[in-house]
């Protein structure tokens, strides 16, 4: 545990080191409530709630995980830095997970900035705050799950700005493979029963009934399961990397 | 300590290193000679245990770097060729860093982070940007955080490149005054260096090894030089295609 601890520790300090992190959050500071705002008209439906916030979560997290992600081992690579890292005595689940945990972190704390939206909700009405919650833990696994597949794909190439792009289109197909024009275009091209099974793998649908206040084991298992599996993938990304691509 | 036996990598079918094989003992500083892409760097990095051998096996402190790799890693002191390192961390962020990784904390890692910054001589840079150092200081914030644990094995890829003649002195130094107490393996294009800090010298060409023997022998049987050794034992590989070729990094 003290490799992960090290390796947390210096990758929250390196978010914060570079405007890295200040960027990330003043942009997700104003994204959000203007998406909340202006798209989502939060003002104009007359409830208190924070539904319109929430509607556009996922395609601000598509955007901004892979952002964050993408530094995470193509950087390692390019400063020739992952040398240092594979000759130290630190298990390599270390190294992903304190990675990730790090990223994680600033995520949380980005949706910590959406607080005040929640206070003025709380000061014009009486919010479900209960499902308000479920809502941020939904966006929280949904960001741990988007930041998870960056991850994967920041260990398959040295180039940030190649990882970036890769990280958005994975996480967008992850997040639109049970959209309505998916699966009507997939159903043209498949069984009706692939092109379902397809549909359940939709991040979308699953943070839908987060977002509504509903907590299910099959919804927190496939959050769990995206991140094991980018997280799994950057590991043997990473391992691959000692074969000298063998 | 260090014990190569009989290493093999290959890249896309070209043999970085073909069957390697030497010692390093406690008290020995053995230099590791050879042109550009003759597989040094590979070497070192098999027994860093940064790159898994396709055959043969790499020991350090008799665990084996691959089997038992954090084991052999804890007793190594590695600094990878162009001494890698955190930009936007200070020198003292970057030995506390490595100190942290290998379990240090509280008075230990303070006192273990002093040591290293005063034997590095790294003096008022040791709490400045290394991205704002200059090169000589940047390969002593890698060099102070390679030796802070104080490990029994030291690997060094080229660790004066670059320094002006002070700063090499310094590292000579700092190699000299370690040397007794551990067993030191230097990549190395310096045979002056050979000469001033090592107790023998391993000269690899095409990824094997040509001789293993004290730098005053290897002079002797090639023309009374080490200068002269190294160019009879590598002075057919210098093709620049050739002399170019490295395995990839890692």
Not at chain 1, 12 to 35: D, G, H, I, R, W
Request: proline residues 5%; hydrophobic residues 50%.
């Amino acid at each position: 545990m003290t490799g992960l601890i090290a390796i947390f520790r210096r990758e929250v300090a390196a978010y914060f080191e570079t405007p890295l992190a200040y960027v990330f959050l003043s942009v997700f500071a104003f994204a959000a409530p203007a998406f909340a705002w202006r798209v989502g008209r939060l003002f104009d439906t007359g409830r208190a709630d924070l539904s319109p916030l929430f509607d556009y979560m996922p395609w601000l997290l598509l955007v901004l995980m892979p952002a964050l992600a993408m530094r995470a081992w193509a950087e390692e690579r390019d400063r020739g830095t992952l040398e240092v890292l594979l000759a130290s005595p630190i298990a390599l689940y270390e190294l992903v997970l304190g990675k990730f945990l790090a990223a994680l972190s600033v995520a949380a704390l980005a949706l910590m900035l959406t607080f005040p939206m929640w206070a003025a909700m709380n000061y014009l009405g009486s919010p479900d705050n209960a499902a308000i919650a479920t809502a941020y833990l939904g966006a929280l696994l949904l960001a741990g799950g988007y930041l998870a597949l960056g991850q994967a794909l920041s260990a398959s190439t040295p180039n940030q700005v190649i990882a970036f792009v890769l990280g958005v289109g994975a996480c967008f197909l992850v997040t639109v493979s049970g959209a309505p024009f998916m699966l009507d275009a997939l159903s043209a091209h498949m069984p009706g029963a692939a092109a379902e099974a397809l549909a359940d793998l939709s991040a979308l649908a699953r943070f839908d009934s987060l977002r509504r206040g509903v907590i299910s084991l099959a919804d927190l298992i496939y959050f769990l399961s995206l991140m094991g599996l980018g997280l799994g993938l950057a590991m043997a990304l990473i391992d691959a990397r000692r074969g000298g691509g063998r | 300590m260090i014990r190569a036996d009989r290493l093999i990598k290959r890249f896309a079918g070209f043999t970085a290193v073909d069957a390697v094989s030497f010692t390093v003992e406690r008290g020995e500083v053995v230099a590791f000679l050879g042109p550009n892409g003759a597989g040094k760097s590979t070497t070192m990095r098999m027994l860093a245990g940064c790159l898994e051998p396709d055959d043969g096996r790499a020991l350090i402190a008799d665990f084996d770097c691959h089997i038992d790799r954090r084991a052999a890693q804890s007793h190594l002191g590695y600094l990878p060729e162009g001494a890698p390192a955190y930009p936007s961390m200070t020198a003292r962020g970057f030995v506390r860093f490595g100190l942290r990784a290998r379990g240090y904390s509280g008075a230990a890692l303070e006192e273990a982070t002093r040591v290293a910054l005063d034997r590095a001589r790294l003096g008022k840079m040791a709490d400045k940007a290394i991205g704002a150092l200059s090169k000589g200081y940047k390969r002593r914030a890698a060099l102070a955080a390679a030796i802070a644990h104080d490990p029994p094995v030291l690997i060094l890829d080229e660790p004066t490149d670059g320094l002006d003649p002070n700063q090499k002195d310094g590292v000579r130094d700092l190699i000299r005054e370690m040397a007794p107490k551990k067993a030191i393996l230097i990549s190395t294009h310096l045979l002056d260096e050979v000469d001033a800090m090592c107790s023998r010298a391993v000269v690899i060409a095409e990824g094997r090894v040509k001789v293993d023997a004290t730098p005053a022998e290897v002079a002797r049987q090639f023309g009374g030089s080490l200068e002269s050794a190294f160019r009879g034992l590598t002075g057919s590989l210098q093709d620049p295609v050739i002399s170019d070729q490295t395995g990839p990094r890692t």
